[in-house]
């Protein structure tokens, strides 16, 4: 089970801008993908958000934040205060807040 402070539910810049947001507060992060159940559109990044992710990316890894790449949320319970989060690849997550980025 892995515990934190905040999962941030999406990919892309608006997801890492987030993470770093919540680490100048001093918040432990864990990003997934996505939900299960969402319809998907991929499109490639253009060459700004490419460079983007890429700075900031550089800038978060002081907050050491994880990221589970190509999974996402199956089931999502709040009991207690907490998030109890589980993702298709079977990971589960304990979070005291949620962020979905849209």
């Known amino acids: 089970m892995i515990n934190t402070d905040l ?3 999406g990919s892309g810049s ?3 801008l987030a993470v770093l947001e919540a680490g100048l507060l001093n918040m432990r992060c864990h990003v997934v ?4 159940h969402e319809e998907t559109t991929l499109t ?4 700004l958000e490419i460079h983007l992710c890429a700075m900031l990316m550089e800038q978060i890894r002081v907050f050491e934040p994880v990221f589970s790449s190509n999974e996402r949320i199956k089931d999502v319970s709040h009991r207690d205060d907490v998030y109890h989060i589980v993702t298709n690849q079977n990971t589960e997550i304990q ?4 962020v979905v980025v849209v």
Do not use: A
């Open 7 to 9: 999962c941030i539910v």
């Open 14 to 16: 608006s997801s890492l």
């Open 33 to 36: 993908s996505g939900f299960d």
């Open 44 to 47: 490639e990044p253009g060459p």
């Open 95 to 98: 979070c005291r807040s949620i």
